[in-house]
């Protein structure tokens, strides 16, 4: 099929997006605003606080498709290959850099920073920890979010760090003003095919055109535990799934040796939807830790953000194609 060229080059990896180190520009609601992508530049990673314009590009890639991931103003891989993704979605030459063409492209005239009224229902439903052991969280009733500050963070798709640091000693109480980040709303179309790259870490999602609907910065398996290869279909789609763990059949976590049923949250070890694949124990999920996309291996499922998960299964249904690549730097684009 014609769209398997959009496969993004494993070059694209090497390259870092930053904001020049010391004339950084303080982080604030009204300079994310103004910040010029103009200002990027590809070249060394810088690992400084968050920068002005990284933000305004991060949330632009978000709004047009190409997920970044958790919104965090910093530069990395996840940054570089959603530049990418969008490069490959509007059929320009591919190489990970925002250039003039691309930034015409991606800017718009929305905040990137809008204010928003923390209201009762943000404030409830709220647990006091999440443990870590599998026996002592199927002990819970829910792994709901932990704080207001978490649950605003992934309705926002933004880094925690983030959130805190654009609203500085806000309790985030029921009725308080805050500033987030304005993603826009979810991608809508339908899936045709899904492409899970092992190689460079990604999920492409195709419409029925062929064409790049989606992009999406994944965790695929991990080398003690690799995620299928082949092609495989969507068998269904679960919404705050209860989890079963089994340790026969899946892995061992702690000193659990029995089969649990770890209840439903974002918290919980796949997050708020479960896409199951015709292959048996395997699916496309969310996850409680989202600044760990593509950082840290899974137990062989491929692992988004809880809010790519959740776009990503409002675009498919049962029949979808799902095809385990793993691209080799010469791959054709």
């Known amino acids: 099929m014609s769209s398997m060229k959009t496969a993004l080059p494993m070059s694209l990896l090497a390259l870092a997006i930053f904001v020049g180190g010391a004339d950084a520009r303080e982080l604030r609601p009204d300079v994310i605003n103004a910040a010029s992508l103009t200002d990027i530049e ?5 690992t400084a606080d968050p920068d002005p314009a990284i933000v305004r590009l991060q949330v632009l890639l978000d709004r047009a498709g190409s997920s970044p991931g958790v919104i965090d103003g910093l530069p990395g891989e996840n940054v570089d290959k959603a530049v990418a993704g969008f490069e490959a979605m509007n059929k320009l030459p591919v190489d990970g850099r925002p250039d003039p063409d691309l930034v015409s492209r ?3 005239n929305a905040p990137i920073v809008e204010t928003y009224v923390v ?16 026996g002592e969280k199927a002990k819970m009733q829910s792994l709901g979010y932990t704080s207001v500050a978490e649950k605003l963070s992934e309705r ?4 925690l760090d983030l959130l805190k640091a654009l609203n500085p000693g806000s309790q985030f109480a029921a009725g308080d003003t805050v500033w987030v980040v304005s993603p826009g709303p979810p991608r809508e179309g339908r899936v045709k095919r899904i492409e899970a790259d092992k190689k460079t870490g990604q999920v492409l999602a195709y419409g029925e055109d062929g064409y790049l ?4 910065p994944a965790t695929i398996g991990s080398k003690d535990n690799p995620s299928p290869s082949g092609k495989h279909k969507v068998k269904g789609v679960a919404r ?5 763990y089994d340790p026969k059949r899946n892995f061992k976590q702690g000193n659990n040796n029995k089969v649990l049923t770890i209840p439903e949250g974002p918290n919980g070890p796949v997050g708020t939807v479960w896409i199951d694949l015709t292959e048996p124990t395997y699916g496309i999920h969310g996850t409680p830790e989202p600044k760990l996309i593509d950082k840290v291996g899974s137990h062989g499922c491929v692992r988004l953000t809880n809010w790519d998960a959740e776009e990503l299964a409002g675009m498919v249904k049962p029949g979808v194609l799902v095809d385990f690549v ?3 730097p010469a791959a054709p684009k």
């Open 156 to 159: 926002f798709h933004m880094d």
């Open 119 to 134: 209201s009762p229902e943000d404030v409830a439903d709220l647990v006091d920890s999440i443990p870590e052991d599998y």
């Open 213 to 216: 609907l989606a992009v999406y």
């Open 240 to 244: 705050m799934p209860v989890y079963r």
């Open 326 to 328: 793993n691209r080799s």
């Open 42 to 46: 590809t070249a060394k990673p810088s």
């Open 106 to 108: 991606l800017e718009d």
